[in-house]
């Protein structure tokens, strides 16, 4: 100590030699010398994080928890990432709180004892007697303060879920199953030579059981439930156990979740193929437990001895009340804080930045946590909490789309949008959903698989069984819902929602084109208002006379920019604010409903040309990309009505390259779409007119050049195929050996069918044509002789005819044409 007067940080080496003493005493377990010494390096530096430590382990030694527990909350205000002091303070906690918990149950004794009451030393708190209290009081009440009346009653719309540790013991002490050490800690650890190379698993934090208080639909074991209701918070409890209150209890709930989920499917049984029937069911068990999260220990095996005991510790940490959503227990809520007020709510397509995180209900296995982050220790990795992670940006309804770090799951979105009045910023709450979430919205890859086929879902259930969902919402940043939004910035809010469905269409294989469409659409509707709003300019254009009738004043007010009336909802802007009573539709309800096009020449040139080049330009790429949509197979089952909308769109987009001035690419795309349309719907001559500007727009492109060669080989084949028909009709009508259409016995009938049903539909006399298909529907026909008189194409036409009568009629000798063609053909035709 007098060398270090002579140095110039003396201060601190005397406290580092004095900690150092302190530690080796530590070591000796010599008590009273390790508090001395860190004492006097606490009176000089009372923020000497060792010296504190090593004072309160000291203490704890000595058996001064309250004294330790000081010292060592302390240390933590000083140095908040001492792991160790923070472990010790928990065990001084946990000590502390036994001491108290014997103490209490020591004066109810001594207070029953001095009132002359009758003291056992276990008492019954379920009706069968199979869940005993340790130690309890015949005399105390049956229920603990905290619980409510209605949490208790099947017909209450609130509910109470509390959370707790469990540990169970056999009768000799030993550990059957405990929720205070990390899942698999009971299980033997497999060792020998073959493990020296390979890495230890991920160890997962020991978490607390949470369940629903008398739980209607039986999802966790009767002794639990029954002695969870006789704690106070905090409270450990001991009790006597018999087995047929633990897996026996929750077996029919077991026995639902084998019929929803694990039925016989033509999967199952190809994947349980030669499998003994033991097996199978021994597999089918396992997988229902693990939906609903029920400890194997307890529940895979039958109970041999149903009267048997175990020994039970139970410690109260949490109790929660939840409002049932829907009145019948499915969707749980527990608003943990309250949003701050004015600010934006969630709704569809908004943007969103939250934490959040799926556990399964009973086990609180985590699933998905964006808090939880790995931890190298010296025990291998382990998943710890980390509160400085980021929060997570996604957009609501769009979840899913991105790489595999960005992956957000589904569920939080439709999360989101079921809390009454809506999500705003600050908002913390809890679900509790009884069904579940599906297995493929946890993970990139598993929805993926689930997307592509990979993964059956009759052989692999998706679902992940009762969850508990927390939700902690940081940031709302509402969508664009139009022109009438504040938000609206002209073109640019265009082009965003343009860029975002070009994004949709790419990622994943082109899974998202369905949400990709649904951009595009919002983008036409924000045009349609764009125009709306534009069309006095139009009107006051056209002779300077108003649309409607009135003369002065209120006649030249009326048909301008100010006789425009928008609706009140769409004046909304599209993120509601939260002011309690809930978020307005606005714009997002008519996204619900497809935007109908206009036919080709039903907008009108002068009103096309009040948009601007950019607005012009978003105008005909939308229209392309929805009808280029509707006719892909990706989309969807393409209907004929599909079709007929898919073409509306691409003709509006054709007119927008007419009247303005857009980028060739994008003309030629459209011409292009649409020339594919009509080849497809056999007009090659109108297609071949589209694609000449095109060609004359971009003459090297070797795509297009395929296009009009294709095109042109297909008009060559249909005149041809045309005449062709014409010549075999007039042949069969005026040729007394016609076999046009042959009867099985050999005898020629009606030879002029076909061109008696061309005469009729140039007459277009429905009544004659009906008679004439009902012939010919009566008429047994071969291959040979449909192929050459080419009926099916007077068939087709009159399949086409106003009159729904004849075009039934025809359709179905058209869908019989198609069958026997399949059935001759040969099979290098097909």
């Known amino acids: 100590e007098r060398c270090c007067l002579h140095m110039g940080e003396a201060d601190q080496t005397w406290e580092g030699i004095k900690n150092n003493m302190a530690l080796c005493d530590l070591k000796r377990k010599e008590w009273t010398r390790v508090i001395d010494t860190t004492t006097e390096v606490l009176t000089r530096n009372p923020a000497n994080a060792k010296a504190l430590y090593r004072r309160g382990v000291a203490r704890i030694g000595q058996g001064k928890l309250s004294e330790a527990q000081k010292d060592l ?17 928990n065990e001084v906690l946990k000590e502390t ?47 603990a303060s905290w619980i409510k009346r209605e949490w208790l009653s099947p017909q209450s719309r609130t509910a109470a879920a509390v959370t707790c540790h469990i540990v169970l013991k056999t009768q000799a002490g030993k550990e059957v199953w405990t929720s205070r050490k990390p899942p698999g800690a009971l299980s033997p650890q497999e060792v020998g030579p073959h493990m020296v ?17 008398d739980d209607a639909w039986g999802g966790v074991f009767k002794a639990w439930n029954s002695a969870v209701k006789t704690l106070q918070m905090h409270e450990l409890g001991k009790f006597e156990v018999a087995k047929y209150t633990l897996g026996p209890s929750v077996e029919s709930c077991i026995e639902r979740c084998v019929a929803k989920w694990l039925g016989e499917s033509p999967a199952r049984a190809a994947m349980f193929k030669d499998v003994p029937e033991d097996m199978r069911a021994a597999a089918q068990r396992r997988q229902a437990l693990q939906i609903l999260c029920l400890p194997e220990e307890l529940c895979l095996e039958p109970v041999a001895d149903p009267n048997g005991t175990l020994n039970m510790e139970v410690e109260l940490l949490d109790v929660g009340e939840y409002e049932d959503l829907e ?33 399964k209900l009973l086990m609180n296995v985590s699933l998905k946590d964006t808090r939880m982050g790995l931890a190298n220790t010296s025990d291998g990795l ?21 790489d595999e770090g960005d992956f957000v799951p589904p569920c939080i979105g439709r999360c989101l949008m079921l809390p009454k009045g809506g999500v705003c910023e600050g908002m913390r709450y809890e679900l509790i959903l ?96 764009l125009l709306e709003g534009r069309r006095w300019r139009v009107q006051e254009d056209s002779g300077g006379q108003p649309a409607s009738g009135g003369g002065g004043v209120a006649g030249a007010v009326a048909g301008s920019m100010y006789d425009l009336e928008w609706d009140a909802d769409e004046a909304e802007e599209g993120g509601v604010k939260n002011d309690g009573a809930g978020a307005t539709a606005g714009t997002a309800e008519k996204l619900e ?23 012009l330009r978003e105008w005909a790429t939308a229209h392309v990309a929805v009808g280029r949509l509707l006719m892909s197979e990706a989309a969807a089952a393409c209907t004929e009505g599909d079709r007929d909308t898919a073409e509306r769109h691409i003709r509006s987009a054709v007119q927008a390259c007419e009247i303005g001035k857009i980028p060739k690419e994008i003309e030629v795309a459209a011409r292009m779409a649409l020339a594919r349309h009509l080849t497809e719907t056999e007009r090659a001559a109108e297609a071949l007119e589209v694609l000449k500007p095109a060609q004359a727009l971009d003459p090297g492109s070797t795509v297009l050049k395929d296009q009009v060669a294709r095109t042109l080989q297909l008009d060559t084949d249909q005149k041809s ?3 062709k028909g014409r010549t075999l009709v007039i042949a069969a009508l005026f040729s007394s050996s016609s076999t046009a259409l042959v009867h099985p016995k050999g005898r020629a009938r009606g030879g002029g069918w076909c061109l008696w049903l061309w005469l009729r539909l140039e007459a277009d006399d429905a009544s004659s044509l009906l008679t004439l298909l009902q012939e010919v529907d009566s008429l047994p026909l071969t291959w040979e002789a449909a192929s050459e008189t080419a009926i099916g194409k007077e068939v087709g036409k009159c399949a086409r005819h106003a009159d729904s009568g004849v075009a039934d009629l025809a359709k179905g000798i058209v869908g019989k044409l198609h069958k026997l063609a399949k059935q001759e053909r040969p099979l290098w035709v097909r």
């Open 197 to 213: 190379h390979h890495p230890k698993p991920v160890q997962k934090p020991a978490e607390p059981v949470r369940f629903v208080v």
């Open 382 to 402: 382990v998943m710890r909490e980390d509160k400085t992670k980021e929060p997570i940006e996604f957009v609501v309804g769009e979840e899913e789309v991105g």
């Open 434 to 529: 009884r069904h579940g979430v599906p297995v493929s919205d946890m993970e990139k890859s598993i929805n993926t698989a689930y997307a592509k086929g990979m993964i059956s879902a009759d052989a692999m259930p998706d679902t992940t069984g009762p969850v508990v969902i927390r939700v902690e919402v940081e940031k709302v940043v509402p969508a664009v819902s139009g022109p009438q939004s504040p938000a609206w910035k002209g073109a640019a809010s265009l082009q965003a929602e343009r860029r975002r469905a070009e994004q949709l269409e790419d990622v994943d294989e082109g899974r998202h084109r369905h949400k990709a469409l649904r951009r595009w659409r919002r983008v036409l509707i924000w045009l349609d208002h």
């Open 327 to 359: 009145g019948d227990g499915r969707a749980l809520l527990r608003v943990l804080r309250e949003g701050k007020k004015g600010t934006p709510v969630a709704t569809d397509l908004s943007s969103v930045t939250a934490h959040f995180r799926i556990a």
């Open 721 to 723: 195929g045309d005449v």
């Open 593 to 615: 409903h497809p935007v109908r096009p206009p036919t080709s020449g039903d907008v009108d040139a002068e009103l096309l040309r009040q948009l601007d080049g950019e607005e």
């Open 73 to 89: 909350r302390k240390c933590m205000e000083i140095d908040p990432h001492n792991s160790e002091a923070r472990q010790r303070l």
């Open 97 to 143: 709180r036994q001491m108290q918990t014997a103490d209490k149950e020591q004066a109810d004794k001594l207070r029953g004892f001095l009132r002359g009451e009758r003291l056992d030393d276990t008492v019954a708190v379920s009706e069968d007697g199979g869940v005993r209290k340790l130690h309890g009081n015949e005399n105390s009440p049956l229920f």
